[in-house]
T-cell receptor, first 114, second 114 residues
Framework: EPEVTQTPSHQVTQMGQEVILRCVPI?????FYWYRQILGQKVEFLVS????????KSEIFDDQFSVERPDGSNFTLKIRSTKLEDSAMYFC????????????FGPGTRLTVT | AQSVTQLGSHVSVSEGALVLLRCNYS??????LFWYVQYPNQGLQLLLK??????LVKGINGFEAEFKKSETSFHLTKPSAHMSDAAEYFC????????????FGTGTRLLVSP
């Protein structure tokens, strides 16, 4: 069964450093998302991406964040200058077209900023 | 705007007992509703979804949920709990058009005792 994959599973970085979180969505999906979950809190939407552009973003997704689909398979989230409060689990999700309304989530990348 | 409220951050049941996890939604337009399960250190797995077809929806692992518009509820139930059901459960809502973001509740941790 196709699944969303994410790498790395855990990343530790120092405050102020740039990180890139990588995702490989399900191959025939057209819509891509990033969510995050700070430890013990609910899952929050960051950004959605369709047709090579951002379709919606939350107020969390400020100028330090960017997304890219550099090739036909990868979908990346870049955090330019990490802060302590960026420590969270980051989930990538993808969704298909047609009558499927589901978003399929990857296993997440745990980002720890020290 | 859409939101969901999950009553009870923790629910404890005995193995074999009925599981009831509550979710109430708020939406200015007809919603699509979802339940996701998160096992420790894992991603989000879709349990079931309501997308305006049948109001009683059945999902994986014996779970089901009923959409009640008059009560703005989408409670998750399972007749008989198993130890393996112990996990965090998230209710989520989104608009019924396009591929909109999911808005998650704060989650309910289900504890199952022998």
């Amino acid at each position: 069964e196709p699944e969303v994959t994410q790498t790395p599973s855990h990343q530790v970085t120092q405050m102020g450093q740039e990180v890139i979180l990588r995702c490989v969505p399900i191959s025939n999906h057209l819509y891509f998302y990033w969510y995050r979950q700070i430890l013990g809190q609910k899952v929050e939407f960051l950004v959605s991406f369709y047709n090579n552009e951002i379709s919606e973003k939350s107020e969390i997704f400020d100028d330090q964040f960017s997304v890219e689909r550099p090739d036909g398979s990868n979908f990346t989230l870049k955090i330019r200058s990490t802060k302590l409060e960026d420590s969270a689990m980051y989930f990538c999700a993808s969704g298909g077209g047609g009558q499927s309304y589901e978003q399929y989530f990857g296993p997440g990348t745990r980002l720890t900023v020290t | 705007a859409q939101s969901v409220t999950q009553l009870g951050s923790h629910v404890s049941v005995s193995e074999g007992a009925l599981v009831l996890l509550r979710c109430n939604y708020s939406s200015s337009v007809p919603p699509y509703l979802f339940w996701y399960v998160q096992y420790p250190n894992q991603g989000l797995q879709l349990l079931l979804k309501y997308t305006s077809a049948a109001t009683l929806v059945k999902g994986i692992n014996g779970f089901e949920a009923e959409f009640k518009k008059s009560e703005t509820s989408f409670h998750l139930t399972k007749p008989s709990a198993h130890m393996s059901d112990a996990a965090e459960y998230f209710c989520a809502v989104r608009r019924n058009t396009g591929f909109q973001k999911l808005v998650f509740g704060t989650g309910t941790r289900l504890l199952v005792s022998p």
